[in-house]
């Protein structure tokens, strides 16, 4: 029996730091011991290739392919690069001064609306690939590929993983802003129409949840999309499952994310203007944000520590209380949502930032707040009444160790693939 899956992919999977890598790594983390997997990933960076040399040695089971978009290191190359940099830099501040679009209008376009062509490049190295193998189930990742569709064989099952959907992230952005405009509108339609679309050339498209699926099923036959989720990785789990929360132990507030989702932007941008001076002023909690933000943004908040990238949150997120104040949706899971209630430490999230996961309720396993005022007086009552603040997180625990551990999730998903595979043959 032809146990052969592909798995295109937008990221680099290693290190897993960030929602969409832990999706990937996670899910394949559990899965190479059962299926002859193909993982195929663009590299743009040194540190991309190194990284992938370390996955390989991670996972020998899994044949990695790559398409490499950089050049090596040379004296000349770094002239070429800086000078690059400098003038895409120089550009972008030419645009800001001269031709800067309303603040009501979508300036990053091909970020909302990502149905453009792939390279010759990519696809030609697609083409061999496909001519030298034959995959019992090819699967996608990532709105930004969608358009692979028209490249796979129909001999192939073909399966769409839906991480996150734009015209959501796009309608929840003009709503945010109160744009109820005709150019909104057709903005967010000419989104939907295309993603939609392409969505359908699939034979079976995979949701992280219950609403995913449901908001799927308004546009797509219902028996095509199957619900599975993506796991928590085993090492994000603390193992310390008697560790409590104490006020007088508390030394930050922490998000987890990077600016280049438009979500964790305005999420970051609204948490720190509304309300993240009254709450240090009363705690003098310092606000920790991980992943990648540009210098022009940084610098508008030096209250704020920005750590840059860290392979290992775990000590960093000790003694904290995470925070996911997501007002732009997408569908999907948040990571950071589940990172925090996988290491027992306090979330205080908006319901969209927790919306799909499994069992979430407020007061119970997480501390819901949509307001400025709700998430202040969340983090109070988190300070302030440690014994409830514990029951909540052994709660948030119990969700995790039901639903999203490695092997909850992995255990799903590869019955889903017997099940295409047996049909198949």
């Known amino acids: 029996m032809n146990k052969k899956i592909l798995i295109i992919t937008y990221v680099v999977p290693y290190p897993a730091n960030l929602g ?26 040194h540190a991309d290739k190194e990284n992938i040399e370390k996955l390989k040695r991670i996972w020998p089971e899994v044949s990695i392919e790559t398409v490499t978009y950089y050049h090596e290191k040379t004296a000349l190359n770094t002239v070429k690069n800086y000078l690059y940099r400098s003038a895409y830099k120089l550009k972008e501040k030419v645009k800001k001064i001269f031709v800067s679009p309303p603040a009501d209008t979508i300036q990053n376009r091909i970020s909302f609306y990502p149905f453009l062509p792939a390279d010759v490049k990519f696809c030609d190295f697609l083409e061999n690939l496909l001519s030298k193998n034959e995959f019992a189930i090819i699967q996608i990742e990532y ?9 796979l064989p129909s001999k192939a099952v073909k399966i769409f993983v839906q991480i996150e959907n734009r015209y959501s992230i796009l309608q929840d952005y003009f709503n945010k802003i109160n744009n109820k405009s005709l150019y909104a ?77 438009l979500p964790n932007e305005d999420a970051v941008k609204w948490f720190i203007e509304e309300m993240y001076d009254k709450i240090y002023q009363q705690y003098k909690l310092k606000l920790y944000i991980t992943g990648k933000w540009e210098k022009d943004f940084t610098k508008k908040y030096p209250q704020v520590i920005f750590t840059g990238f860290v392979d290992d949150v775990s000590p960093l997120i000790k003694n904290s209380i995470v925070i996911s104040p997501i007002r732009l949706g997408g569908g999907g899971l948040r990571a950071k949502v589940l990172q925090a209630m996988a290491m027992r430490v306090p979330l205080v999230s908006t319901a969209l930032g927790s919306e799909g996961i499994e069992g979430i309720k407020n007061n119970e396993n997480i501390f819901i707040a949509n307001t400025p005022k709700e998430f202040i007086t969340s983090i109070q009552n988190i300070v302030e009444n440690e014994l409830h603040t514990n029951q909540v997180i052994n709660n948030a625990f119990e969700v995790i160790q039901m639903h999203y551990t490695e092997k909850a999730v992995g255990k799903i998903r590869k019955d889903i693939y017997n099940k295409i595979i047996d049909q198949k043959v």
């Open 20 to 45: 969409g890598q832990i999706s990937i790594f996670g899910t394949i983390n559990y899965l190479r011991f059962f299926f002859n997997i193909t993982l195929v990933i663009r590299i743009h960076t």
């Open 143 to 151: 709105t930004d590929l969608l358009n692979l569709v028209h490249l």
């Open 185 to 261: 509108k057709y903005i967010i339609e000419n989104a939907r129409a295309a993603e939609i679309a392409l969505i359908d050339k699939y034979d079976h498209v995979i949701a992280l949840n219950k609403n995913d699926k449901e908001n799927l099923s308004k546009y797509l036959p219902a028996e095509k999309i199957v619900i599975s989720s993506f796991p928590i990785l085993n090492n994000l789990i603390t193992s310390d499952i008697n560790s409590t929360f104490s006020k007088n132990n508390l030394n930050k507030l922490i998000f987890l994310g990077s600016q280049g989702h």
